[in-house]
């Protein structure tokens, strides 16, 4: 796969890469292996290196630590990493899920990336996985620029910041404004709230989805 070998990583002689990029739809049509268990593996990988970077490279306290992991491992974040790396072109999905758009689907997508990481840790080891995941993600980590939410479908109406606080005039999930807030209060440690207030307040929900 071309879109790898600009991060040194070679699977053309493994049988993981076909497994990485196999939907279940595709699996259950020619009854081979999907991506699923390989998923579970890449997920498990880049908890453990995107938690390492930032236990190690900032020192935020327990909860901020898990809260900023979590905006750079969500399906959003997972999504952005697979689709700049081209990953949908290589996806195989069933003849029904591909006449559903199964290539461009954003859990699939997502799906996929955790997968490839997964083939990575076991075809070339932790070293190299740990590089790649590193290579792809810290850029989003350390970009003031970039933040990544969990799911946008909760948002409802417009959401902005006041006095310090993520707070919105209609429902929001709790659990999500507990995320934003703690990523105000990181800003707030960087004196950078002023650029993300104007991002929050151009965060609404997408109706059209």
């Given at each position: 796969m071309?879109?790898?070998?600009?991060y040194?990583?070679?699977?053309s002689?493994?049988?993981?890469?076909?497994t990485?990029?196999?939907?279940?739809s595709?699996?259950?049509?020619?009854?081979?292996e999907?991506y699923?268990?390989?998923?579970?593996?890449?997920?498990?990988?880049?908890?453990?290196?995107s938690?390492?970077?930032?236990?190690?490279?900032?020192n935020?306290?327990?909860g901020?630590?898990?809260?900023?992991r979590?905006?750079?491992?969500?399906?959003?974040a997972?999504?952005?990493?697979a689709?700049?790396?081209?990953?949908?072109?290589?996806?195989?999905?069933?003849h029904?899920?591909?006449?559903?758009?199964?290539?461009?689907?954003?859990?699939?997508?997502?799906?996929?990336?955790?997968?490839?990481?997964?083939?990575?840790?076991l075809?070339?080891?932790?070293?190299?996985a740990?590089?790649?995941?590193?290579?792809?993600?810290v850029?989003?980590?350390?970009?003031?620029?970039?933040?990544?939410?969990?799911?946008?479908?909760?948002?409802?109406?417009n959401?902005?910041?006041?006095?310090?606080?993520?707070?919105?005039?209609?429902?929001?999930?709790p659990?999500?404004?507990?995320?934003?807030n703690?990523?105000?209060?990181y800003?707030?440690?960087?004196?950078?709230?002023?650029?993300?207030c104007?991002y929050?307040?151009?965060?609404?929900?997408?109706?059209?989805?």
């Amino acid at each position: 796969m071309k879109t790898l070998k600009k991060y040194g990583i070679d699977l053309s002689n493994s049988n993981l890469l076909s497994t990485a990029l196999t939907h279940t739809s595709y699996a259950n049509e020619h009854n081979c292996e999907s991506y699923e268990r390989l998923e579970f593996l890449g997920d498990a990988v880049l908890e453990l290196v995107s938690s390492d970077y930032i236990y190690k490279n900032h020192n935020y306290d327990e909860g901020l630590m898990s809260k900023n992991r979590s905006l750079y491992v969500c399906e959003n974040a997972l999504y952005e990493y697979a689709t700049n790396l081209g990953l949908n072109r290589y996806i195989k999905v069933g003849h029904g899920e591909e006449k559903e758009g199964g290539k461009y689907k954003k859990a699939i997508v997502a799906d996929i990336f955790e997968a490839l990481m997964g083939a990575i840790y076991l075809d070339l080891g932790y070293a190299t996985a740990r590089r790649t995941v590193l290579n792809i993600i810290v850029p989003y980590i350390e970009d003031p620029n970039v933040v990544f939410f969990s799911d946008y479908s909760w948002y409802n109406g417009n959401v902005y910041v006041e006095g310090g606080e993520v707070t919105n005039n209609e429902s929001i999930d709790p659990e999500e404004l507990e995320m934003m807030n703690y990523y105000v209060n990181y800003l707030e440690r960087k004196n950078d709230l002023t650029l993300k207030c104007d991002y929050f307040k151009k965060i609404k929900k997408n109706t059209t989805n």
